[in-house]
């Protein structure tokens, strides 16, 4: 099988130039290992990507749901949407002792990225190495908002939602259900003249694109034709459910079905990096904070603390910090005044780069050829032991 993570290794991910030779890399890579703490030691550096950025980590059937849940999925058309929110609050109920990873905040991938790129130094015996910013112009971190329309009320709510995020001088991509509700295609082209983006999301919203290859195999032909048809570039999978696999069969240039780190998705697991990366054809673009839905009605915060809490180690680490709303939700006065909360802070910070999703993944693909001119080069330096990016 192809290792659809191989074009991730830490060389690419910093572009130091001139680049130090691969046997220094590996040697960096094998020293800076201990820090992802995973349960089995790779075999080399591909496999040690695919049981992080491929969740590998989390077992051979992670991207397999339980009988219970492919049940589950069965029957949830047949039961009140009361109901079901409940059942999934009950399994969104996660431990200490069966979730490997932290949360909101996993740093382990970000100190294991920073110390691999010391420990390169301190075998080339230098105090300064040249690597490649992580975003135009050198701006500290990056900012991306998304929406997830599920239902009907939602695809209604959706131009007030647009008038928010508008109005706080952002835009954001909408991402709509093919075949659970009747299209408003006239939103959609409206959305593209405002500047925002539309994208697909999945194709029925029924929990089974991923319960089986013959199910996925029957859709998959169905769902690129609504990508041309919407004129989308990306692709975010309902329930985040997924399998990265399967999803090489789609045409768009970007994803967002994955995460860094959430212990309440039906399938849990996390692939530990607040930054863009590559998946097989695709650019995958994880959420990094934390979804609406999971805040207010799962752990049922009644404030933007821990959205501030990521932000603040999104922007420490000049990663990428990926909201995902959904208008639906939005609905619910609370849940809209957390939202309209949060962009306002967001309005009053400056320095970082917003962007739509389709133009953040044109731009980690850029970054990688070298062929953007918003590229910057920046200085590691090495004092007295310790790293610091300038």
Known sequence: MTNLWSSNQPSNFWLCEPSPPDEVWQTAIDKALPILDLPDRPADADALLEAVLGEGQFGPDRYRMSLAKRLYYEVKPLLPRSLTRVMRQKYSTPTQETFRLGWPVEDRYVRYLLEVLRQVMLEMGVTSLEYTHFWPEGRPYAFVLTHDIEWAKGQAYVRPVADLVERHGFRSCFNFVPERYELDYDLMAELNERGFEVGVHGLKHDGKLFTSRATFDRRVGQINAYVKKFGAKGFAAPLTHRNPDWMQAFDVE??????????????????????????????????????????????????????SEKLAFVEQSGGMALLNTHPDYLLDEKVWALFEQFLGTMQARDGYWHALPRDVAQWWRDRAAGTDPRIVKCTAQLEDGKIALV
């Not at 979804?291 to 207010?296: E, I, K, M, V």
Request: hydrophobic letters at 45%; a negative charge; charged letters at 20%.
């Open 254 to 307: 970007w994803d967002r079905s994955f995460f860094d780190t959430d212990p309440y998705e039906p399938m849990v697991g996390g692939v530990m990096t607040i930054w863009p990366f590559f998946m097989g054809k695709f650019v995958e673009l994880p959420y990094t904070m934390v979804q609406d839905y999971t805040l207010t009605a799962v752990v049922q915060a009644d404030s933007t603390e821990l959205w």
